[in-house]
């Protein structure tokens, strides 16, 4: 079964069900339970790195498989160039207050929890990485990178509906609070008149989306080299 289309198939299906099912109320509650708050993040982590780890292998060994779309050349190169939008969303999701992130809780009782990112996108690291997948879905339709980068991107963009709805449960009104003044889709909050975009960009700062080009840029030029495509022509291998 290894280097087939089979075991990445199989390696995605578990990173799914490990990660939807061991979040899932009445496991995580068992779990939790049994061995405490710490002892579910830490194995959580345990399995998630490892699985993480197979579906890399597997999808490194597996064959392309059938292509099921393309866009052309054009669009997997503007694809290629939007890829800058995950990275300043990741970054600034990692550096500024996030009150859905892990732990941060606390967040949502300063005086002000909704600033910078926040008011973009209350999910900034999880749209991230589901911007990431659906940009290399357009840039690459054979089945192997459909079956990663779909997984990757489904298990980013449906979490944010299962981090809600955990947080809610746990938090309650504080959290309803928060998540009325904010929106899951970016941008969304700011279209309905909830969030001024304007603010939003001046409270990210120049210099989180100087650290997120610096990293788009030094990742482009180190593509090819890591995964023996390079993403514009011209660049290394």
Same mark, same amino acid.
């Given at each position: 079964?290894?280097?087939?289309?089979?075991?990445?198939?199989?390696?995605?299906?578990?990173?799914?069900?490990?990660?939807?099912?061991? !979040?899932?109320?009445?496991?995580?509650?068992?779990?939790?339970?049994?061995?405490?708050?710490?002892? *579910?993040?830490? /194995?959580?982590?345990?399995?998630?790195?490892?699985?993480? /780890?197979?579906?890399?292998?597997?999808?490194?060994?597996?064959?392309?498989?059938?292509?099921?779309?393309?866009?052309?050349?054009?669009?997997?190169?503007?694809?290629?160039?939007?890829?800058?939008?995950?990275?300043?969303?990741?970054? !600034?999701?990692?550096?500024?207050?996030?009150?859905? @992130?892990?732990?941060?809780?606390? @967040?949502?009782?300063?005086?002000?929890?909704?600033? $910078?990112?926040?008011?973009?996108?209350?999910?900034?690291?999880?749209?991230? %990485?589901?911007?990431?997948?659906?940009?290399?879905? %357009?840039?690459?339709?054979?089945?192997?990178? /459909?079956?990663? *980068? $779909?997984?990757?991107?489904?298990?980013?963009?449906? $979490?944010?509906?299962?981090?809600?709805? =955990?947080?809610?449960? =746990?938090? $309650?009104?504080?959290?309803?609070? *928060?998540?009325?003044?904010?929106?899951?889709?970016?941008?969304?909050?700011?279209?309905?008149?909830?969030?001024?975009?304007?603010? @939003?960009?001046?409270?990210?700062?120049?210099?989180?989306?100087?650290?997120?080009?610096?990293?788009?840029?030094?990742?482009?030029?180190?593509?090819?080299?890591?995964?023996?495509?390079?993403?514009?022509?011209?660049?290394?291998?």
């Amino acid at each position: 079964m290894t280097g087939t289309m089979e075991e990445l198939l199989a390696a995605a299906c578990v990173w799914l069900v490990s990660h939807w099912g061991l !979040a899932a109320r009445p496991v995580r509650t068992s779990i939790v339970d049994a061995i405490g708050e710490n002892g *579910f993040r830490a /194995v959580y982590s345990l399995i998630a790195i490892a699985v993480l /780890v197979w579906v890399g292998f597997a999808f490194a060994a597996a064959p392309p498989g059938p292509l099921l779309w393309s866009f052309g050349i054009g669009a997997a190169h503007l694809a290629a160039a939007m890829m800058v939008v995950p990275f300043l969303f990741i970054v !600034a999701g990692l550096s500024g207050p996030n009150p859905t @992130a892990l732990g941060s809780e606390a @967040a949502l009782r300063e005086p002000e929890p909704t600033k $910078g990112m926040m008011r973009i996108t209350r999910h900034p690291g999880m749209w991230g %990485i589901g911007l990431w997948g659906v940009l290399h879905l %357009i840039a690459n339709g054979d089945l192997r990178s /459909v079956v990663l *980068f $779909g997984t990757m991107a489904l298990t980013a963009l449906v $979490g944010t509906v299962l981090i809600d709805a =955990k947080k809610l449960r =746990k938090l $309650g009104g504080e959290y309803a609070s *928060f998540k009325m003044a904010t929106s899951n889709l970016p941008f969304a909050a700011a279209i309905a008149g909830r969030q001024p975009v304007g603010r @939003a960009l001046a409270e990210i700062g120049l210099i989180r989306v100087l650290v997120a080009i610096a990293l788009y840029a030094g990742f482009v030029y180190i593509h090819g080299w890591l995964f023996g495509v390079p993403v514009f022509p011209g660049l290394p291998v």
